[in-house]
């Protein structure tokens, strides 16, 4: 009787023991989905489809595209909205492109005080009410349109994930009240429209602008820390000229702080006012100053003995040893 008592307790043991490990409930297992704050796990768990959630047949409802998911709406709640689907597109907008939008066609941003590696959201508080991040639920779904999956990753955000681009935490504008709209692009020289790779949009794919050289005269490449790039307070004025040779040929007075588009024209420029004079410019071959560069240490020179052919954009502001 003994004997049968221990075979049935033993039995019970056994299959109480087995019940645990296929729970995950010993002391090696796996947590569950629900209860796992990993990133990794959330990438795992969600499903990419190719192509727009309308070209999968997503429910319009529940995603992007649904009536509350406009920017001006989402800054309204009191917490990071959770979305059942989010869509990525790459995208043409104004002057950024490449630049990544959500399925409304809404721009999507990333912040130079964030960090990509690990990536870290510094956005929170009013912050993220001013620019709501893009959260997707942990068993949603991600439309990539243009993008590749290996530049998409998660940071866990409340009880959803938001959607990081070349490790970059991204967010939509509280001010930007229609599609298409890029009023956060360049807001407090630290937010711009994210490129598919987590660039920076209309600056280049990685964001980085040309380093300075504070002698002036030649022409670099690289990236430079931000300080080092700065608008002055004060606006500069400066003469782009059609022919060198002929000092009265002006196309035109450009006049402000920070990147001013030229339109791509003329062969020289010089200092409008006394003083820009003695104050050093950049000067780009690319809107929005992207593309070949030169730093002009006194705001006076011809393009081509920098080795730029036209000059599309000029930076008005102070750098590196000036």
């Known amino acids: 009787m003994s004997h049968t008592r221990s075979s049935i307790f033993a039995a019970v043991a056994l299959s109480g023991a087995l019940l645990l490990t296929a729970c995950g409930g010993g002391g090696g297992g796996e947590k569950s989905s629900g209860t796992s704050d990993s990133a990794a796990a959330a990438s795992n768990q969600l499903l990419f489809k190719a192509g727009t959630a309308k070209q999968n047949n997503a429910d319009l409802s529940i995603g992007d595209l649904a009536s509350d998911a406009t920017p001006v709406n989402q800054a309204k709640a009191a917490s990071p909205v959770i979305r059942r689907w989010v869509q990525l597109s790459a995208s043409e907008v104004g002057d950024l492109n490449p630049v990544v939008t959500n399925g409304a066609g809404f721009v999507l941003y990333r912040f130079d005080k964030d960090k990509p590696r690990p990536s870290t959201s510094n956005c929170v508080g009013d912050c993220q009410k001013t620019w ?4 997707v639920a942990s068993d949603g779904r991600v439309f990539i349109d ?3 999956k290996s530049d998409v990753g998660f940071i866990k955000r409340g009880n959803g994930f938001q959607v990081t681009l070349g490790g970059w935490p991204v967010y939509l504008f509280s001010k930007d009240v229609a599609p298409g709209d890029t009023n956060g692009q360049g807001v407090g020289g630290t937010w711009f429209g994210v490129t598919p790779d987590g660039g920076k949009a209309g600056q280049g794919s990685t964001g980085s602008q040309p380093e300075v050289d504070p002698a002036g005269g030649s022409q670099t490449s690289g ?37 001013v588009n030229t339109a791509s024209f003329g062969t020289s420029i010089s200092a409008d006012d006394a003083a820009s004079a003695n104050k050093p410019i950049k000067i780009w071959s690319g809107p929005n100053c992207t593309g070949n560069s030169a730093l002009l240490a006194s705001g006076n020179g011809k393009f081509a003995d920098f080795g730029i052919d ?11 040893g000036n």
């Open 132 to 135: 709501p991040p893009l959260v």
């Open 146 to 148: 243009g993008i590749k």
């Open 223 to 259: 990236s430079q820390a931000k300080e080092d790039l700065v608008p002055r307070t004060e606006e500069g004025s400066y003469k782009i000229f059609e022919d060198a040779t002929d000092p009265e040929g002006a196309t035109g007075v450009f006049a402000g702080k920070g990147c």
């Open 310 to 320: 036209k000059v599309s954009s000029i930076f008005i502001g102070q750098f590196a």
